[in-house]
């Protein structure tokens, strides 16, 4: 299997012993909430010396309730996160569904992101191959760690080798997830990897027709996954997560954001001199 170990996207370089950050809100609330969100933790992420890709979808299709706020759609919200990289000069990052998304998508995003839902789409994956963006594929909910390199190969088919995982926990019962830290270094052998520490506290569809969350224990989880040598860390953050059109019970609050990520760069520092990498 021909799959790089390092790559870059724009500025930030994954799976090449420096920890990035992929953070913003769950979904496109309006073109002003990103630009301030995605300076606000800009700004945090410049101050710290940690690499960031923003995150933001444009359509949220697999809500809970048919009421959901999903996002502005393809068009719009391409365009929106378009004009954000532009101005801010970040990497983007956002959701495809479908694979006649993923080339109007790409116009707009650096990284397409397959949900966890669709991992094992063919078409999709290989759709999002093609257009050359770097594509991170989250680890299904019902997926062994070890079954995610066929997801891998299916992009490397398409020539493209600039790939990588995410965690975002593992289905436990009914409306619960827990987080297997063995498959960070089990996914490690196909692709750098990416802990998702706030998907991974979400309590799916457990709130009343949506999802609700843990999110006081975000800050744990992502520290022992840096601990175990991830590439990434994945956080929505949101300023008012109890407003929040999507995921709120999850997202990290803005105001937690840097004691959290000093933490994380701290025990990051630590496990890379003890290998002997710094």
């Excluded at 963006?133 to 760690?145: D, E, S, T």
């Excluded at 995982?165 to 750098?192: H, K, W």
Aim: with cysteine; net charge negative; aromatic share 6%.
């Amino acid at each position: 299997m021909d799959v790089g170990n390092d790559f870059e996207i724009g500025n930030v370089h994954v799976g090449a012993g420096k920890l990035f950050l992929i953070g913003g809100p769950c979904v496109i609330e309006s073109e002003s909430h990103v630009r301030k969100m995605a300076d606000a933790i800009q700004r945090i992420t410049s101050d710290l010396g940690i690499a960031y890709v923003f995150k933001a979808s444009y359509d949220k299709a697999n809500r809970t309730s048919v009421t959901s706020f999903r996002g502005p759609g393809l068009v719009e919200g391409s365009a929106i996160l378009r004009r954000l990289a532009e101005a801010t000069g970040l990497p983007v990052l956002t959701d495809v569904h479908e694979p006649a998304h993923c080339e109007i998508a790409a116009e707009g995003a650096d990284v397409l992101q397959i949900p966890a839902f669709l991992c094992r789409q063919t078409d999709l994956l290989l759709a999002a191959g093609r257009t050359g963006r770097a594509v991170n594929i989250k680890k299904g909910q019902f997926v062994a760690p070890w079954d995610m390199r066929h997801a891998v190969e299916k992009i490397a088919t398409t020539g493209n080798s600039r790939v990588f995982l995410t965690e975002r926990g593992a289905s436990f019962g009914y409306n619960n997830l827990v987080v297997d830290m063995r498959s960070l270094p089990i996914m490690r052998q196909f692709a750098p990897v990416v802990f998702d520490g706030t998907h991974s506290v979400q309590t799916p569809s457990a709130a009343n027709g949506v999802s609700g969350g843990q999110p006081e224990f975000v800050p744990v989880l992502a520290r022992a996954a840096v601990a175990a040598g991830v590439d990434g860390v994945f956080l929505e953050v949101h300023d008012n997560p109890a407003e929040a059109k999507s995921d709120g019970a999850n997202a990290l609050d803005l105001k937690y954001l840097r004691p959290v990520l000093e933490s994380l760069l701290a025990i990051h520092e630590a496990v890379q001199a003890k290998a002997g990498l710094q």
